[in-house]
């Protein structure tokens, strides 16, 4: 799938990298993007929920949900891994890289209120979906540069739900 990345900022994740070149879908009436410079916040998120919802399915995911909305929060995917046999609760962080920088880590995003607010989340998905074989969290991180080129990221397994409650 890529190389491994040597900065993590989940201790036990692991993580896999890809690099896709645009141009990117932005499956509405605006069709194919060359240049993500010109989107706005929200379509750059939308882009990169589209990306990372291909990228899960190509890992051999089952993509379940899309924007999955509770009383406690929101999750951008929901997705089966049929290896793993388990439900993934999936946070997309999509950021541009500023000209200048080297790298960008959108996964930095995921801070913890935001593990907090997953793990009340988890709660209301898996009384909804009962019964939940197992469920596990990741994040996917994408990174464009140049306006055309997307670094995604994939941390799997990045925190526990059982813990801090």
């Given amino acids: 799938m890529g190389y491994r990345r040597h900065h993590a900022t989940f201790e036990h994740a692991e993580i896999d990298e890809e690099v896709v070149r645009g141009p990117f879908d932005l499956e509405d009436e605006r069709g194919a993007v060359e240049d993500v410079r010109g989107l706005s916040p929200r379509e750059l998120g939308r882009l990169g929920e ?91 991180a994408i990174a464009f540069t140049d306006g055309d080129t997307a670094h995604i990221a994939h941390h799997c397994d990045v925190f526990s739900w059982e813990a801090e409650l």
Avoid: H, Q, W
Wanted: net charge negative; with cysteine.
């Fill in 50 to 140: 589209a990306m990372a919802a291909v990228y899960l399915e190509s890992t051999g995911c089952t993509l379940l949900e899309r924007n999955y909305r509770c009383p406690e929060g929101e999750a951008d995917l929901v997705a089966f891994d049929e290896v793993d046999e388990c439900v993934v609760l999936v946070e997309v962080k999509t950021r541009r890289v500023p000209a200048g920088r080297e790298e960008l880590f959108p996964e930095e995003a995921v801070d913890r209120a935001k593990r907090r607010r997953y793990r009340r989340i988890v709660g209301c998905y898996a009384m909804e979906n009962y019964p939940v074989p197992a469920i596990r969290f990741d994040v996917v």
